[in-house]
């Protein structure tokens, strides 16, 4: 596989359950971002890790915890969320911490709705 | 407030005709400003770029003109092809804040 993969594609979830987005880049890039994108909305930054170290967190309510285990690998752990959380997460990887020119490569998504 | 803007929700071109995409930011900071292209249940990808020092870059159909005094950019692809329809998302950035700033996205559709 090459790119960014990010599992499950779709995700249905009660607001008292506890579920984890995935995302795995295999392209050897050092930093990996969640992005938020809501219907009609521009994306939304909530994370930045570069080299595993969290760099930027955009005022993400604490419902939402990150986690990045090794450069590769990005988990977004989700819990207590609300309806208005319903929306399409996108992981991205770029090969450093979004320096100028940097380019992001994204995944295909994964579409949450809370219930 | 919201720093980059894609006014125009949508857009529908006939094939083989010029498309015209457009974005205005706010912040005169920006100085290197991307366009990315997103089909149904895929994730953006990259289309092209440009930086503050140019006001034309040009990538085969594509090009993006950059008028800073306007604070605008618009994006050109012509011919228009079906597989041009897709949501195409400004994005714009400044030197050491380290994150892309995107608009909402304008949905093109090429009608045969």
């Known amino acids: 596989e090459t790119g960014v993969t990010q599992t499950p594609r779709h995700l249905v979830m009660g607001m008292t359950n506890k579920k984890s987005l995935k995302c795995e880049q295999h392209l050897g890039h050092n930093a990996m971002y969640w992005y938020k994108q809501s219907a009609k909305k521009p994306l939304e930054l909530m994370f930045v890790y570069s080299l595993e170290e969290r760099v930027e967190n955009n005022s993400v309510p604490s419902r939402f915890s990150p986690e990045c285990p090794n450069s590769s690998h990005l988990f977004l752990h989700l819990h207590t969320l609300q309806p208005e959380d319903s929306a399409l997460y996108l992981c991205?990887?770029?090969?450093?911490?979004?320096?100028?020119?940097?380019?992001?490569?994204f995944g295909s998504g994964t579409q949450l709705s809370v219930l | 407030d919201q720093q980059v803007k894609q006014n125009s929700p949508s857009l529908s071109v006939q094939e083989g005709r010029i498309s015209i995409l457009n974005c205005d930011y706010t912040?005169?900071?920006?100085?290197?400003f991307l366009w990315y292209k997103k089909y149904p249940a895929e994730g953006p990808t990259f289309l092209i770029s440009i930086s503050s020092i140019k006001d034309k870059n040009e990538d085969g159909r594509f090009t993006v003109f950059l008028n800073k005094s306007a604070k605008h950019l618009s994006l050109h692809i012509v011919p228009s092809q079906p597989g041009d329809s897709a949501v195409y998302f400004c994005?714009?950035?400044?030197?050491?804040?380290?994150?892309?700033?995107f608009g909402q996205g304008t949905r093109l559709t090429i009608n045969p």
């Open positions: 994005a714009a950035s400044a030197e050491g804040a380290q994150k892309l700033v």
């Open positions: 991205a990887s770029s090969q450093e911490t979004l320096q100028q020119y940097e380019k992001l490569f």
């Open positions: 912040n005169s900071m920006f100085d290197y």
